[in-house]
């Protein structure tokens, strides 16, 4: 891994708030997992989309857009884009080590939640490698969402300049989440992707590929936005 995306990380992990998401991760997880336990209906096939719902719909696309905005807010406040520039070291790279911590961040946090989903199942009589093998592709698309839903959160911090309003419109898309998951016009709908991914199963085939359009379309976003970070980062 490049040095420049272990710096970001390690940003990230001096702002405190790696701690706050596995706190709620802990607690979001654990308490959905132990009520799907009481609950009679629920078995072993289940209670992983049980244990992972509420964190997912709820949760998952606030932490998100707190990793970007809190990055973005203190490499502005600190004035650490300026160190690089006159230092003659590149803006672009600086923006791409960005990006890139950003996804293994987010990446990191769906694996740890699925890995706290897992006892669940255990718990319920269920093999966890054989759910894992039989639900691969659910997962796989969930990879596809993270990776969306991060390059538009990003594009939508660095657009705006404004990361109080970043995260303000994180929060309106969470709660969206209540409307829009359950509808058709969820692939639509980036902050919806890793809650309804739960639902694989019910996944229809063009359903997927409006997801992969918007990907791309993400990412073409992301390619443009390199003029518009450094300009927010210089202007002090």
Same mark, same amino acid.
Request: proline share 3%.
């Given at each position: ?31 959905? @997992?132990?009520?799907?336990?009481? =609950? ?10 049980? =244990? ?5 719909? +709820? ?48 990446? =990191? ?15 319920? @009589? @269920? ?5 894992? #093998?039989?639900?691969?592709?659910? #997962? ?7 990776? =969306? ?44 992707? +890793? ?19 918007? +990907? +791309? ?20």
């Amino acid at each position: 891994m490049p040095n420049g995306v272990i710096n970001e990380l390690k940003k990230t992990k001096r702002t405190g708030l790696l701690l706050i998401i596995i706190v709620s991760m802990l607690v979001m997880v654990t308490l959905q @997992g132990s009520l799907g336990l009481i =609950a009679a209906s629920v078995d072993e096939n289940s209670i992983y989309v049980t =244990a992972l719902s509420m964190f997912f719909q +709820l949760f998952f696309p606030v932490i998100v857009a707190l990793i970007i905005s809190i990055s973005l807010y203190n490499e502005k406040r600190n004035e650490g884009i300026l160190i690089y520039y006159y230092n003659a070291f590149s803006l672009t790279r600086v923006y791409w080590n960005k990006v890139c911590s950003f996804q293994i961040q987010a990446l =990191a946090v769906y694996v740890m939640s699925v890995m706290l989903a897992m006892p669940f199942i255990v718990l319920e @009589g @269920g093999n966890p490698l054989v759910y894992v #093998m039989n639900n691969l592709n659910g #997962m796989f698309y969930s990879v596809i969402g993270i990776i =969306a839903l991060v390059n538009i959160q990003f594009f939508i911090s660095v657009i705006l300049n404004n990361q109080i309003l970043s995260l303000s419109i994180a929060l309106l898309g969470t709660i969206g989440n209540f409307f829009v998951a359950p509808s058709p016009l969820w692939p639509y709908y980036p902050w919806s992707y +890793l809650y309804r991914m739960l639902y694989h199963s019910t996944i229809q085939a063009n359903q997927i590929v409006t997801v992969v359009i918007i +990907l +791309l379309i993400s990412l073409i976003a992301i390619l443009l936005n390199t003029k518009r970070f450094k300009k927010n980062m210089l202007v002090q």
